[in-house]
């Protein structure tokens, strides 16, 4: 029986996209984006206006959305987005399902980037994934023996707030010395200034306004301080990605996110640090540490995988 088509959303941090896709392709029939932060209206408002916008009048099948955690999986419930401070126990799932009268799956956008990478990019062939993506926070899926791991509460795979040092730097959840605090965007950054701040020098010194792109590009250029930085976030995703091959033994690393378009000095650290730390040379056997092939697509496509499943039995 034929499908009507199914609208997926992906809710980051800056911007909130929707595309409707028809059963046949993964090829968006229409997509639109949203700001995520706005004062003329709530998001959920917003986000529903989007909706309407992309489903063209058309009857749904069913809504999909990749949405910030952590959250409850199985009742679509937001628990706590640290971005979109007013979704607080919010029941986004069932909120869009009053609205639009269809059946609404919400996961991590990070467990759906990760089924995504696993049926359709990087991770094809594979049946034990292991998805960081790193940009403002870090985030993380995982796929084992061929299933989307989300443990007993949902909440599984949060390796981006895996504890590294526990007297680190502040993390964006509060907390001390998570990875986040070391290897996202916003550390990278923020390490870069603190260094400038205690008199370094760098092609950056001058600028009002240091952000990961700004380290990456100058790192490019020749910047030492900004190639170090990048070296150290390499680093400590490198122990992160090294803790998580002994816990699951991984035949793919995929990496995904804004802050691995910084190129290859990252990546090259990234790979010399999980080779420094892993307990056996066993764990490096076969074993690919890689980009992600769909880019900014992959929530959308997790978001459409997920709703075209009919739910987590994937």
């Known amino acids: 029986m ?21 059963e046949a392709t993964d090829t968006p029939m229409s997509r639109a984006e949203i700001a995520t ?8 408002s917003r986000l529903c206006d989007l909706i309407e916008q992309v489903r063209v009048e058309r009857a749904l099948e069913s809504i999909g959305v990749a949405a910030p955690g952590p959250l409850d999986p ?6 706590r987005a640290p971005n979109i401070q007013e979704w607080i126990e919010f029941p986004l799932g069932s909120r869009l399902t009053e609205r639009f009268g269809v059946s609404t799956y919400v996961d991590n956008d990070a467990n759906l980037a990760a089924l995504a990478e696993w049926r359709l990019g990087a991770g094809r062939g594979h049946s034990d994934v292991l998805y960081l993506t790193v940009g403002t926070g870090v985030g ?22 895996m504890l590294i040092d526990p007297a680190g730097p502040q993390c964006s959840c509060g907390k001390h010395g998570h990875l986040e605090s070391y290897a996202s965007g916003t550390a990278i950054a923020a390490h870069v200034r603190r260094l400038l701040e205690e008199g370094a020098t760098s092609s950056l010194q001058d600028m009002q306004e240091i952000t990961s792109s700004a380290v990456a590009e100058a790192a490019q250029e020749g910047d030492e301080l900004s190639r170090r930085a990048l070296e150290r976030a390499g680093h ?25 378009g910084s190129g290859e000095i990252l990546l090259q ?16 056997e076969g074993l690919e540490i890689t980009r992600g092939t769909l880019g900014d697509d992959a929530g959308l496509l997790g978001a459409l995988l ?6 987590h039995d994937m």
């Open 140 to 161: 993380g899926g995982l796929i084992l023996n061929g299933q989307l791991i989300h443990g007993s509460h949902g909440l599984a795979a949060e390796f981006g707030h």
């Open 306 to 311: 997920l709703a075209r499943a009919g739910g």
């Open 74 to 79: 199985r009742s679509g419930t937001i628990l």
């Open 236 to 260: 400590y995703l490198g122990i992160a990605i090294s803790n998580c091959c002994m816990s699951f033994d991984p035949s793919v690393v995929i990496l995904g996110g804004g802050v691995l």
């Open 2 to 22: 034929r499908m009507r088509p199914i609208i997926a959303v992906d809710i980051g941090g800056t911007h909130v996209r929707a595309a409707l896709y028809s």
């Open 269 to 284: 650290s990234i790979r010399r640090s999980v080779v420094a730390h892993v307990l056996h040379p066993r764990y490096l």
């Open 37 to 44: 932060h706005s004062q003329d209206a709530d998001l959920f």
